[in-house]
C-alpha cells in the first residue's frame, strides 16, 4: 500500500512517521506514543483488538485511541498511488471529537423465552438455551418428530391472539381452546392409540376439523382428565423477555413490520447464530435514544386535523403513531431502531437524528472534504453507507482489489460510515456538496426497508431538481443499490464517467442542528453561486410533490371567506393575519408545505404548490386574499368580513330558526344582537313562561 508520510503530514499540518509494523516489531512505539496523554490515531482496524490489549498492559498510558481504516477504503485499490487525499482526509475526520453522550433507553430481561412453533423444533431449540434462559415453549403442531417423551419445558398450547413489546417486555395472549389442557396431560399417548381418526398428534392436540366425536381419547384419559371438549375456551396472557419465532416462512408473520423489536428473532431453529445471541441477552441494556422531537415545530396535527403524516409512514419499526388529539407525534424510544427516516422526511426538523446530532454529522463531511482539497484531491464523491452490511461489502470490495479481482474504491469516493443510510437528508447532503463534494451517493443493500429507499429517493429528487433549477448541471444524488461486491465495482466505477458543475467555493458554514436553518444558509451559499446568475435566474424553481419541504400556497379570492382557521392551524407561522385589516397573510420562507391549511380549509380554497421561489419576496409577507370589514347594521363596529357574513347569511337563510328577525340579527355584532334580542317584542322571553 502506497503511502507518502511527508504529503500526508503536511495535509493534516503535522509530522508523521510511517510505520509498517505497528503491531509488531514496531509496538514499543506504540506505547510510547500512548503514554504522552495526547489522542494517538491508528491507521489499522484489523489489530484493533491487539492494539486496545497493549494498551490496557502499558504502564501510563493515557492518551484516547481511535481507529480509522485506510487499507479497504483507499490503499486496496487499482488507483491506490492516487488515494493519498482521500486517506488524508479519512485521518483527519479519525480525529475530530467524540460526538457528545446523548440519552439512553434500558431494557431488563431475566431470560424468560418463549420459543413459537412446532414442539419437535422448539424442544431442540430449547434444549440449546435452557442452562442460561428459563425456557417456555408454545406448540403450534407436532413437527416432523412430536414432543419428546420426556418434558422438559413448560408447553403451551392453543390460538395464538396477539404478541406485542419488546426486549424484557414481550405481552403474549392466547386463546386455550384445545380439549387437552397440556398441564394436566401426562404425555402417556392413551389418547393417540385410541383416537379411530388418528386427530391426535405428538403435540398432544386436538385437531378439531379431522375429529368426528367419538371421544374414545376421553375415556382413555379418565386417570389423567387432561381431555374435555365441554371446556369453554379461555383468553389467556403471560409476559417474557425473549421470543424465538421457529414458524415456518410461510406462516402469518407475528411482527408485519420490517424491522422487528429487539428482543425478537425469526430462525428456522438451526441458526446457531441466533441461538448464541439469545444466550447473551440476559440483563440490563442500554441503547442511545437515537431521536429528539420538539412538539412546537412538529406539522402532524392542529385542532385534530391531520397534516404532515411522513414520519408515520416512513417508519419499519411501527415505532411513531399519531396523538393528534394533542398535536403531536408518540416515537416509542423501545421499539426505535435507529434509522432516522423519520428525520430525513421530516420537512420541519421537528425530528433530528441524534447519535451523532446534524452539527457533528456536518463537522465530519467538513473535515474529510477540506482536508481532501487542502491535499489535492479533486472530484469528492462521498460514499455514505451502513457500518453493518455496508461497511462489510466496501472492505470486501477492498480485499477483492488486493487479490486484484476486482477494481477497489476509487481514489475520488471516500466512504463514509452511518448509524443507518436514511439517517442523513437534504440538508446534509447539500451542506455536503456546498463543502466541495461533487456527488453524495448514498449505498442501500438488502437491509434497508423499501420505504426508506423510497423516501431517500424523493428527498434525492427534491434536492436534485433545485441544483439543476440554479444551473448547476450533472447527477450530484444517487441512490446506488448494490448487494454483492461485483455490483458494488461495476456502480463505484461508473462515478468516474459524470462531471458535475458545483458552486467554485466551497462554504464555510456549519451544519445547525435545526434543519431549516441550515437548509436556508446553504440554498443561500447555492443561489450566490448560481451559474445561470448572469443570465437570469427564474423566478421559482418547481419541486416534486412527493417529499417537497418547500412551496407556496394558492388561494381561490372566490371561495376563501377570510375565517383565517388556516392561520390557526399553521405550524410554521407561515399564514399570518393582519391585526389592522381583513387579510390573509403568507411568508413562503416558512412554509413545509405539510397541508394543514389546506385540510383545515372549510372552504377547500387552498392548494400547496412545491416551488422555492428565488426573488426577495420569498423572505417577505405578501397578501394572499383580502376583502372588506363587515360593519355592524345597528351600532356600525367593524366585526367580521363581507364575505364570512355574507356566506353564512346564505348558507343560513334556508334554516327554520333564521328567519325574519333572526335572519337580521346575524348582521349584527354581539353586543347588538344580545340587545336586539331582549328589546324585540316578538321573541318570547323566560319569565312570560
Known sequence: MPLDAKALGAALHEELTLHSTLCRREAGAFQDAIRTGQEVVVACTQEQRLFGELGTQTEGAVSPIRFVNIRETGGWSRDARDAGPKIAALLAAARLPEPPPVATVSYKSIGRLLVIGPLDAAEQAAALVADVLDVTLFAQGPGQAGGAQARRFPVLGGRLTGLSGWLGAFDVQWAADN?????????????????PENAIGLDYQVDLSACDANRACVRACQVAGAIDFGREASAQ??????????????AEPTFVQHAPPQGYFRSDGRDMAVLLKLREMVGEFDKPRFFAYKQKLCAHSRNETVGCNACIDICSAEAISSDKSRQQIKVNPHLCVGCGACTTVCPTGALSFAYPGATEQGARFKALLSTYAAAGGQSAVLLLHSQEQGQALVEELGRAAQLRRAQGVPAHVIPVPLWHTASTGVDLWLSALAYGASQVVVLATHEEAPQYLDGVQAQMEVAQAILHGLGYTGSHLRLLRAGDVAALDTALQSLCNTRQLLPPVAARHAVAQEKRATLEMVLDHFIAHAPLLKEGLPEAIALPAA???????????????????????????ALQDNPQLPQLRFLEKNCVQCGLCATTCPEDAIALQPRLLLTPERAQLRVLAETQPWACVRCS????????????????????????EALERLKMCGDCRVIDLYSSQSEAKVTDL
Open 179 to 195: 380439549p387437552i389442557d397440556l398441564d394436566l396431560c401426562t404425555r402417556c399417548n392413551a389418547c393417540i392409540v385410541a383416537c
Open 237 to 250: 396472557q403471560e409476559r417474557f423477555d425473549l421470543v424465538l419465532d421457529l414458524r415456518p416462512a410461510t
Open 547 to 573: 417529499g417537497a419541504p418547500l412551496g407556496s400556497i394558492t388561494v381561490d379570492k372566490d371561495r376563501c371567506t377570510l375565517c383565517l382557521s388556516c392561520v390557526s392551524a399553521c405550524p410554521a407561522g
Open 637 to 660: 363596529k367593524p366585526f367580521g368580513t363581507f364575505k364570512a357574513i355574507e356566506a353564512m347569511l346564505e348558507r343560513l337563510s334556508g334554516h327554520a330558526m333564521f328567519q325574519g
